[in-house]
């Protein structure tokens, strides 16, 4: 595994930003994005307390291998 495999993104990397400019790796909405997670669809997220969530990397990438 390399370094970029190994990383953490937040929900903005993953869903984008627009006014930060970030574009989305994944195009859906928060909302779709959540309900995704919930039913299984989407990965499970990485908790860092109660008020940090992220996903790793290689989990967002599989997915987005998967689909593509």
Request: aromatic share 16%; hydrophobic share 30%; no cysteine.
């Given at each position: 595994m390399n370094a970029?495999?190994?990383a953490l993104l937040r929900a903005k990397q993953i869903?984008?930003?627009k006014k930060k400019g970030v574009p989305p790796i994944i195009p859906v909405?928060?909302?779709?994005?959540?309900?995704?997670?919930?039913?299984g669809r989407f990965p499970q997220p990485v908790?860092?307390?109660k008020r940090l969530t992220m996903w790793r990397a290689e989990d967002i990438y599989a997915l987005v291998k998967q689909a593509g």
């Open positions: 970029h495999t190994q869903l984008g930003d909405s928060a909302s779709t994005w959540w309900a995704g997670v919930k039913s908790r860092y307390g």
